[in-house]
């Protein structure tokens, strides 16, 4: 009846301890963890970004240079257009002039702001990596105090008193002590019985022997 207890007892300690071991999920590790998730999600998102800037970016100086392109063009063309005498060639250029000068001068500004943009961006994009980084040094460094905790907590189940309500090395040591004495009882129960059978084995023989010599 004791070791149907003991066993059922010991049971319901590993129920538990899974039990403990699926809430210990939902610790800072764990959480720890889906916010890396999430910020690197957001690191890639952002790479992504900064790559369309800078294609954005180049976009932009294509548009200046030929903007820049047409603007000479047209200076020139102004210059043979004022020797020719041809007046509405030389208001048609001037007009050209005047249109690509202020789209040159509008490029120029918005490429200082978007070099200026993107400098910041690329800044902000290093220091999330670092983030990232820094994060899971923490993930190491939480994991192996985690480690150590659960080390600490399943050799205290092993070492701990009677006082705790979860079975002590002495006693486990004593459950396993009354099986192997079950078990050697049992065998030697087996031994006996086999000494006997080979006693009764011999005798039968000797009585066999005597009885043949009296014969004889």
């Known amino acids: 009846m004791?070791?149907?207890f003991n066993r059922i007892k010991y049971t319901v300690?590993?129920?538990l301890h899974e039990l403990l071991d699926k809430k210990e999920e939902k610790n800072p590790v764990s959480l720890l963890n889906e916010y890396l998730r999430q910020a690197e999600k957001q690191t890639?998102?952002?790479g992504r970004l900064l790559d369309r800037q800078?294609?954005?970016k180049e976009e932009l100086e294509k548009e200046r240079n030929e903007a820049a392109a047409m603007l000479k063009k047209r200076r020139g063309q102004l210059e043979l257009a004022?020797?020719?005498?041809v007046e509405?060639?030389?208001g048609f250029a001037r007009d050209e002039i005047r249109a690509y000068g202020n789209r040159v001068n509008e490029l120029d500004r918005t490429l200082a702001e978007t070099d200026a943009e993107l400098i910041g961006l690329e800044r902000k994009y290093e220091e999330m990596k670092h983030k990232i980084k820094d994060m899971k040094v923490r993930q190491l460094q939480l994991m192996g105090k985690e480690n150590v905790t659960r080390a600490h907590r399943r050799m205290d189940q092993v070492i701990q008193d009677e006082s705790s309500g979860i079975a002590p090395y002495?006693?486990?040591k004593a459950y396993v002590e009354q099986l192997g004495g079950k078990i050697e009882k049992e065998h030697g129960h087996d031994t006996m019985e086999r000494r006997l059978d080979a006693l009764a084995i011999i005798e039968q023989a000797e009585n066999t022997k005597e009885a043949d010599q009296e014969t004889v």
């Open 13 to 15: 300690q590993a129920d």
């Open 44 to 46: 890639e998102a952002t």
């Open 88 to 90: 509405d060639l030389v």
């Open 170 to 172: 002495s006693e486990m």
């Open 54 to 56: 800078a294609k954005l």
């Open 2 to 4: 004791n070791s149907l």
């Open 82 to 85: 004022e020797k020719s005498g």
